[in-house]
């Protein structure tokens, strides 16, 4: 780590050997009921933006830095679900689940001055997720099929940062929803639907968010061109699609709270053309400045 006047140059080391295994088991109870269970660890690294030490303005009333001893997140998953087959290709499903994470990593505040906070992301201790989670495939028709899910499930964070105890929990939820009708072999009409309700942080909460989106795809040419026009984030002026605000707090200390309103009802047409079909067998590099800072 360094900086341009030379007067920063530090060597950070981060050294660990962890086992990540993982472990699935099937059992068919009949033709259409099949009960699993799995286990996994996994790890969540950092991305650069979050371990960046050196703060930058967001804006007038927050600096923004990360922890340059910011540790991955180790994540342990255990689930019990069932499945089960129904007439006409549909299907229903329910999945309970556990989950542990270690090193949980938060947006969290400090005062700065007497109109600025401090914001930085720092690992405040462990979370734990107890929760649900169902859904059901519906077909009433061989062209329109649908897809419901929902998650319900127990949120807590036990830990600490600037010497003081975190200790929040909530219930939170989300609902998805998928509809596609099939108007020929070559077109379609989907909708979609996604719903998160409130969720705590270390510090405060995150507000619900919610998108419905509507597409129109047709293809012509044998399939060669496909054209798609999207109707992203719906809104109209009459519902608060795509909004979101987040609020942080320290008693006797600080209290902000910015809602967050991003584009809505935003019109997409493509065209795509296939000159020679065939399998697409190139392989790219990861990113984490494409895939994680942005």
Do not use: C
Request: aromatic share 14%; net charge negative; hydrophobic share 35%.
């Amino acid at each position: 780590m360094k900086d341009k006047t030379n007067t920063i140059d530090e060597t950070l080391i981060y050294d660990f050997v962890k086992l990540y295994p993982s472990a699935s088991l099937q059992f068919e109870v009949d033709e259409k009921t099949k009960i699993k269970a799995a286990y996994s660890k996994r790890v969540e690294r950092n991305s650069t933006f979050k371990m960046n030490p050196f703060a930058e303005r967001e804006h007038s009333e927050t600096l923004e830095q990360g922890d340059k001893n910011l540790r991955p997140e180790f994540i342990d998953l255990v689930e019990l679900g069932v499945t089960k087959d129904l007439k006409g290709g549909n299907s229903i499903f329910a999945t309970g689940y556990f989950r542990h994470v270690e090193n949980v990593v938060n947006r969290v505040n400090t005062v700065y001055n007497d109109t600025i906070l401090n914001r930085i992301y720092s690992n405040v201790g462990n979370a734990k997720a107890v929760g649900l989670e169902i859904g059901a495939e519906i077909k009433p028709t061989k062209s329109w099929s649908n897809f419901i899910g929902a998650n319900i499930y127990n949120y807590s964070i036990d830990g600490s940062f600037d010497n003081r105890t975190i200790d929040t929990d909530a219930t939170i939820y989300s609902v998805n929803l998928n509809s596609t009708w099939r108007f020929w072999d070559n077109a379609s009409l989907q909708f979609t639907f996604n719903y998160l309700s409130d969720r705590n942080t270390a510090q405060g909460e995150d507000s619900r968010f919610y998108s419905p989106n509507l597409t129109l795809q047709k293809s012509y040419m044998n399939d060669r061109l496909t054209a798609t026009l999207q109707w992203q984030n719906i809104d109209l002026g009459l519902l608060d699609t795509n909004e979101q605000r987040i609020t942080t707090f320290r008693q006797n200390e600080f209290f902000t709270t910015t809602n967050y309103i991003y584009e809505v009802d935003m019109i997409i047409l493509n065209l795509s053309y296939t000159f020679k079909k065939g399998s697409n067998k190139s392989k790219f590099i990861d990113s984490e400045f494409g895939k994680k800072e942005f």
